[in-house]
């Protein structure tokens, strides 16, 4: 089994688009997203349409609960906040409804999603360092885990003392756990301003962390022409 896995979209079309195209000449049989598909980015129809039509896997970020109103985006920074409101009035009844059903986490035998963290799913807590990943690692029953939420690709692997590895490409041993965040498709931070995403390979035991160019100035164009706020275009081509 090969599964493409992706996070944070963040109603970024350009980029999903990108990554969407390598994962079907990758040919996955399944496709997870980690949640945050809308959120800072012009485009929150196209791509919870495409996301639907592609039955991509996906469970809810907090972006997703705020702008159906799930979640109180007073805690939101003030850029995020004019996106979630922006957001909100794109939504048709059928997006609504897509998102209201979204669980907060989803697994099958071999791989667990959640969006931030598997430890108070609801509350989105950040996995930032060994120690908030080795609470989470407790909890998975699965070899794999993976998540989003920062935007940051990074593995994090179970042993006496987790430990915190650079996202690239690792082996996974039998017996092993790994909790893997995949990084942002439409809103990187990690100073790259590719789409980031990840293959799991059920058979050759590899999770890869992979990036997708996209044209970030077509993105930026419309999240300008859409009045949402100027640093969430200028931040696509930092990848910050
Ligand atoms: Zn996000």
Not at 190 to 208: F, I, K, M, P
Request: proline letters at 5%.
């Amino acid at each position: 089994m090969r599964y493409g896995i992706f996070s944070d979209v963040h109603s970024n079309w350009d980029a999903l688009e990108a990554v969407l195209r390598e994962l079907r000449r990758e040919k996955v049989d399944r496709l997870l997203c980690a949640g945050d598909l809308v959120g800072y980015g012009a485009d929150p129809a196209a791509c919870l349409g495409e996301l639907r039509r592609q039955q991509v896997i996906s469970v809810a970020g907090n972006h997703d609960w705020a702008a159906i109103g799930k979640l109180s985006a007073d805690w939101f920074n003030p850029h995020a906040r004019a996106a979630v409101e922006w957001t909100a009035s794109q939504l048709a009844p059928n997006d609504r409804v897509y998102l209201e059903q979204l669980p907060l986490i989803w697994s099958d035998s071999e791989v667990t999603l959640a969006h931030g963290c598997l430890t108070e799913p609801e509350r989105f807590h950040y996995v930032l360092d060994p120690g908030t990943a080795a609470a989470a690692l407790s909890l998975q029953k699965t070899p794999l885990a993976f998540i989003g939420h920062t935007h940051v690709p990074v593995f994090f692997q179970a042993a006496e003392e987790t430990t915190c590895l650079p996202a690239g490409k690792t082996g996974v041993e039998p017996g092993q756990k790994w909790l893997v965040n995949v990084g942002s498709v439409g809103q990187p931070r990690d100073g790259d301003s590719r789409a980031a995403y990840c293959l799991y390979d059920t058979v050759q035991r590899s999770v890869e962390i992979r990036r997708a160019a996209y044209p970030v100035e077509a993105a930026q164009k419309k999240i300008r022409e859409a009045g949402l706020p100027e640093f969430l275009a200028r931040r696509l081509e930092m990848g910050a």
